[in-house]
């Protein structure tokens, strides 16, 4: 995935402004998550990499998505979760010192980092993530390699309805229309 990244990088660094997080080129500005297939692209106010957290620093997901096994959402961390690190650490080159001076800007202002939504199901379907995390479902047959990830690739999207069926039919969860729908 590193190509890829610093393929995003370069596009990023040849003057525009957000970073870009292209799957396969066919980036666009505006509108990209919505639009579900096959290769939705995402611009994230600041460039994070899962790969350098998860990856090469191994931090823990659930350091950062602390909800997921007690709750519904596993929920995005709040700036000041990032600012435990990057008080003190700046980055190590240009770019990197550009996107932390982003995430330490955020929080002197007091807002929140406006993270753009990948996953997402239909308001009408129940996705409890502690309910799967407590029966062993790991992240990665959800999510992919998210810690080999400079951008988040989305996998298993659109979340349709057959793909939920045939793993609760695989492992004996329930198919009730109800424990999906409300
Ligand atoms: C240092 C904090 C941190 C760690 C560690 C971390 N994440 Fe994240 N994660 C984030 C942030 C911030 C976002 C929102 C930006 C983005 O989408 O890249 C995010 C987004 C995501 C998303 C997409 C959420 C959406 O919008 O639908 C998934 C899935 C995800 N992380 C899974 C994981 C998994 C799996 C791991 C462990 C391998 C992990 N994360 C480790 C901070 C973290
Ligand atoms: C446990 C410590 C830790 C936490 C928590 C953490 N980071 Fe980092 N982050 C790092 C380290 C280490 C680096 C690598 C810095 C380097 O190589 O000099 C880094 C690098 C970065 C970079 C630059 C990476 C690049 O190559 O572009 C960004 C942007 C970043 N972090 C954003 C965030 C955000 C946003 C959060 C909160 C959601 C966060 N970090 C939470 C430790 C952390
Ligand atoms: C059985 C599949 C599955 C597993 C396992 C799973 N997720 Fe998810 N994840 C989803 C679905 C489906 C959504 C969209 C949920 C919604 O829209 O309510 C989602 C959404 C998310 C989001 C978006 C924000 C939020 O609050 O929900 C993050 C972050 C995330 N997952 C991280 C993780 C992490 C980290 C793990 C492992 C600890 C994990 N997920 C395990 C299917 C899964
Ligand atoms: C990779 C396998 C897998 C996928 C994919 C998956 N699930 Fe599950 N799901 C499980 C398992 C295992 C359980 C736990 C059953 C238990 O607790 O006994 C579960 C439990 C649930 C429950 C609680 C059921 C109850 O008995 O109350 C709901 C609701 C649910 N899943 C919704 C979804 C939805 C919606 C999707 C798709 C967006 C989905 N799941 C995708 C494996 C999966
Ligand atoms: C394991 C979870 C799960 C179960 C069980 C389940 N569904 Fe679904 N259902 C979903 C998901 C996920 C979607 C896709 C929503 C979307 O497209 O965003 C969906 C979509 C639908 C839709 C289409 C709605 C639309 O937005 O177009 C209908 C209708 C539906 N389900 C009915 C049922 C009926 C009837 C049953 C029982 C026989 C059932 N579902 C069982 C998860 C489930």
Same mark, same amino acid.
């Given at each position: +995935?590193?190509?890829? $990244? %610093? !393929?995003?990088?370069? =596009?990023? @660094?040849?003057?525009?402004?957000?970073?870009i997080?292209?799957?396969?080129?066919?980036?666009?500005?505006?509108?990209?998550?919505?639009?579900?297939?096959p290769?939705?692209?995402?611009?994230?106010?600041?460039?994070?990499?899962?790969?350098?957290?998860?990856?090469?620093?191994?931090?823990?997901? +659930?350091?950062?998505? $602390? %909800? !997921?096994?007690?709750? =519904?959402? @596993?929920?995005i961390?709040?700036?000041?979760?990032?600012?435990?690190?990057?008080?003190?650490?700046?980055?190590?080159n240009?770019?990197?010192?550009?996107?932390?001076?982003?995430?330490?800007?955020y929080?002197?202002?007091?807002?929140?980092?406006?993270w753009?939504?990948?996953?997402?199901?239909?308001?009408?379907?129940? $996705?409890?993530?502690?309910?799967?995390?407590? @029966?062993?479902?790991?992240?990665?047959?959800?999510?992919?390699?998210?810690?080999?990830?400079?951008?988040?690739?989305?996998?298993?999207?659109?979340?349709?309805?057959?793909?939920c069926?045939?793993?609760?039919?695989?492992?004996e969860?329930?198919?009730?229309?109800?424990?999906?729908?409300?």
């Amino acid at each position: +995935m590193r190509w890829l $990244f %610093a !393929a995003a990088l370069a =596009v990023a @660094a040849a003057g525009s402004l957000a970073f870009i997080q292209a799957q396969d080129g066919d980036g666009t500005q505006e509108g990209a998550t919505q639009s579900a297939s096959p290769a939705p692209t995402t611009i994230q106010p600041i460039a994070f990499p899962h790969n350098i957290h998860a990856g090469q620093d191994r931090i823990p997901c +659930m350091y950062c998505h $602390f %909800a !997921a096994e007690r709750s =519904v959402d @596993a929920g995005i961390p709040p700036v000041r979760t990032c600012m435990g690190c990057h008080m003190i650490i700046g980055g190590s080159n240009e770019r990197q010192q550009a996107e932390i001076a982003k995430v330490r800007d955020y929080f002197q202002r007091g807002e929140a980092i406006p993270w753009v939504r990948i996953y997402k199901v239909a308001d009408h379907v129940h $996705f409890p993530h502690m309910r799967h995390i407590a @029966a062993g479902v790991d992240c990665t047959e959800c999510h992919g390699e998210v810690k080999e990830m400079g951008v988040i690739e989305e996998v298993n999207q659109p979340l349709a309805m057959g793909w939920c069926v045939s793993c609760h039919k695989e492992r004996e969860a329930s198919t009730d229309c109800a424990a999906c729908h409300y």
